[in-house]
C-alpha cells in the first residue's frame, strides 16, 4: 500500500470518526433541554393546532428527550415570527419557528418588512400538503359561487399580510377575476377571521382547508359555513363537487399565478419549521431526522386521525429545493406575480 492511499485512507477514516463525533454531541446537547416551537398565528388555528400536536410526540424522537413547548407570537402576518428567527433567536437549535411558506416570495417581490434570507435558514420540513380554499359564513349571504358572483357590493373577506394565504388569495381573485371582493386585512390569523365571520363582520376566509375544517366542523355540518372553491387541480377527496381553480379562474395568466404561488408555494411550502442561519448542521440533522420519524409515529398519526389532521410530511431537504425553486422563479413570470402581490409602498 504506498504513502499516498495510507494518507488517503487515515483522512477519510478521520473525517468519519470526526462527523460521529459531532452526531454524538448534538444527540448529548438535547438532555434537560427545552425546545421553543414560535408559531407566528393566534392560538386556534391550523398552524398552532398542527404545532401542539407535533411538541406531544417530537420529545420521544429527539435524543436526550427534551421538553418541547409551543409559544405564539402573532402579529404582520407572520413576519414578526420569521423576522426574529433568522435576526434574533439564538442559533442553538433550540428556537424553531413556524410560519406561512408564502413570505419567501415576498422576499422576492421587495416587500421592505421582510428581513430574512431564507435560503440561509435550517428547514426542518412541514408536516402537511395543504389544500387552500375560500369558505363563507351564511349571514352573508354568500354560499355558493353563484350567489358570490351576483353580490350587488363587494364581498369581504378578512385578511392578514402579505405572504398569507389569507391575504395572497384574495389578491389573486381581486387582480384576475370579476367576482366582487374585498379584501379586509390586518387580522391575526384564521382564528379571529372565523369569529369576524361568525360576527357577520366580514364573509369568509380564503385559507387551507386543512386548518379549517376542524375549528368549523360543526358551523360545516350545521350548513352555516360553505366551501365555495379549492384552488388545486384535483378535488380533495372530502370536497367533491366543489370548484376548482380553472373553475373560477378563465385567463390563462391568473390560472399560472394561482398555480405557482397558492398550489406550489401555498401547498407544498405552506407550514414550514425553520431554524435561524447559523444554526449547527449536526443539530438540524438531529431535528430533521426526529421530524422525520415523528411523521411516521403511529401514536401521532393515531391522534392526527382522530383530530382529522391529515399528514403529509415535506422532508427537510425537500424544502430546500422548495426555497431554492422560489429564488429560481423566471423574470417574466415574477413581475407579473410582483405586480398581483406586491405590497403598496
Request: glycine content about 10%.
Amino acid at each position: 500500500m504506498t504513502r499516498k492511499i495510507v494518507l488517503s485512507t487515515f483522512a477519510l477514516l478521520l473525517a468519519l470518526a470526526l462527523s460521529g463525533v459531532a452526531a454524538h454531541a448534538a444527540d448529548d446537547f438535547y438532555a434537560g433541554k427545552t425546545v421553543r416551537i414560535m408559531v407566528a398565528y393566534s392560538p386556534g388555528g391550523g398552524f398552532d393546532a398542527y404545532s401542539r400536536l407535533l411538541a406531544r410526540h417530537l420529545p420521544r424522537h429527539i435524543p436526550g428527550n427534551p421538553t418541547v413547548v409551543v409559544q405564539n407570537r402573532p402579529g404582520a402576518g407572520g413576519l414578526i415570527t420569521a423576522n426574529f428567527i433568522y435576526n434574533k433567536a439564538k442559533p442553538d437549535g433550540l428556537t424553531i419557528g413556524h410560519w406561512v411558506g408564502g413570505l419567501i416570495l415576498q422576499q422576492y417581490l421587495g416587500n421592505k418588512k421582510v428581513r430574512f434570507d431564507a435560503a440561509k435558514m435550517g428547514w426542518v420540513g412541514a408536516p402537511v400538503r395543504i389544500t387552500n380554499v375560500c369558505m363563507t359564513h351564511k349571514k352573508s349571504g354568500v354560499v355558493d359561487m353563484a350567489s358570490w358572483r351576483a353580490a350587488k357590493q363587494p364581498v369581504k373577506f378578512g385578511g392578514s399580510q402579505p405572504g398569507s394565504t389569507l391575504w395572497d388569495i384574495p389578491r389573486i381573485l381581486i387582480a384576475h377575476t370579476d367576482l366582487p371582493m374585498r379584501l379586509i386585512e390586518g387580522y391575526g390569523g384564521t382564528a379571529p377571521v372565523r369569529v369576524a365571520a361568525e360576527k357577520g363582520e366580514v364573509a369568509g376566509v380564503c385559507a387551507s382547508w386543512e386548518g379549517l375544517k376542524n375549528p368549523w366542523a360543526a358551523q360545516l355540518a350545521s350548513g352555516d359555513v360553505r366551501v365555495l372553491a379549492q384552488f388545486v387541480d384535483k378535488p380533495h377527496s372530502e370536497l367533491a363537487g366543489i370548484p376548482l381553480t380553472n373553475d373560477v379562474i378563465k385567463s390563462d395568466v391568473g390560472r399560472q399565478v394561482m398555480n405557482i404561488v397558492i398550489r406550489d408555494i401555498g401547498g407544498a411550502l405552506n407550514r414550514p419549521y425553520s431554524l435561524p442561519p447559523g444554526t449547527p448542521k449536526d443539530r438540524l440533522m438531529v431535528l430533521r431526522r426526529a421530524f422525520d420519524a415523528t411523521m411516521k409515529d403511529p401514536e401521532l398519526l393515531a391522534e392526527a386521525k382522530k383530530s382529522r389532521f391529515p399528514i403529509t410530511p415535506v422532508s427537510g431537504e425537500d424544502v430546500d429545493e422548495l426555497v431554492a425553486g422560489v429564488a429560481g422563479l423566471q423574470p417574466e413570470l415574477l413581475a407579473t406575480i410582483k405586480k398581483t402581490f406586491a405590497p403598496k409602498k
